[in-house]
């Protein structure tokens, strides 16, 4: 209220009228930088789990992965797979193949949806975006493997069953190290944008395929069980995994509005 008559006598000669201290400018004006995740100190933590994760799963599988891998896809015909002490593949070999499975892609699905996002409202929503898509892709796992072991207790027997357990295991491994490697290029290297897609979808068909040749190979090595193997492997292979790509696509969506 008293700008307007600053210029009147009465206020002329107050020298606590203006009483700011004028200082020259210098430098420039600094540039936001858009939020990544390479950036964050955070990302090396994850980097490290993950590396020790695979570490672990390399100790388990180093002195017997020859054996595994001709066993696994070349198998001795009339050889049953049997309960060891010391297996490899042993189911705590799969929960730590999931969990690396589960990070690497969180961390590819997250910085593929940062092309979308220069910044966020509030510092806390891309810790909370990156949790949600480790939970996703957990939560996908652990639906996937409950169905595939509901329909597999109803339809095939026990030896069976075991046998493709421990192929799933080594399929696991083998997918959470590829993709170890897609998550390394894409988080720290740059990779563009326009080619994470292709290459996430290369390693997954890739897998699927193996998938496919091991269902047919231990559930339907028969001619006649042609329809069955597309039934079994579309149920529980194929529209899981649409399901999620529609749900990242919507996930996708909100980050892009800036959640």
Same mark, same amino acid.
Do not use: N, Q, R, W
């Given at each position: 209220m008293i700008a307007p008559y600053d210029t009147c006598s009465f206020f002329r000669s107050d020298t606590l009228l203006? =009483?700011? +201290?004028s200082v020259p400018t210098y430098g420039f004006a600094a540039t936001e930088t858009p939020y990544r995740l390479r950036h964050d100190g955070w990302s090396g933590v994850l980097l490290l789990l993950c590396l020790?994760?695979?570490a672990s799963l390399v100790q388990r599988l180093r002195k017997k992965f020859r054996e595994l891998l001709r066993g696994?896809?070349?198998?001795?015909?009339?050889? =049953?797979? +049997?309960?060891?002490?010391d297996d490899p593949l042993r189911p705590s070999t799969r929960i730590i193949a999931v969990g690396l499975l589960s990070l690497t892609a969180a961390m590819v699905t997250f910085t593929y949806t940062q092309h979308e996002v220069g910044f966020y409202?509030?510092?806390e929503t891309p810790y909370l975006l990156f949790a949600a898509f480790f939970l996703l892709w957990l939560c996908y796992f652990l639906a996937k493997r409950l169905m595939g072991n509901f329909v597999n207790w109803i339809f095939f027997r026990k030896e069976k069953i075991f046998t493709w357990k421990r192929a799933y295991t080594f399929l696991y491994v083998v997918?959470?190290?590829l993709f170890l490697v897609l998550a390394l290029l894409v988080t720290y290297l740059q990779v563009p944008h326009e080619t994470v897609l292709p290459m996430a979808l290369f390693l997954i068909i890739l897998v699927k395929i193996l998938l496919l040749f091991k269902t047919h190979q231990i559930f339907?090595?028969?001619?006649?069980?042609?329809?069955?193997?597309?039934?079994?492997?579309?149920?529980?292979?194929?529209?899981?995994l649409l399901v999620m790509q529609q749900v990242l696509t919507y996930a996708?969506?909100?980050?892009?509005v800036k959640l």
């Open positions: 203006h =009483t700011e +201290v020790l994760m695979a696994v896809f070349f198998p001795i015909p009339g050889k =049953t797979d +049997v309960p060891l002490v409202l509030f510092p997918e959470g190290m339907f090595p028969k001619m006649y069980g042609t329809l069955h193997l597309f039934v079994y492997f579309c149920t529980l292979e194929l529209m899981p996708e969506c909100l980050s892009a």
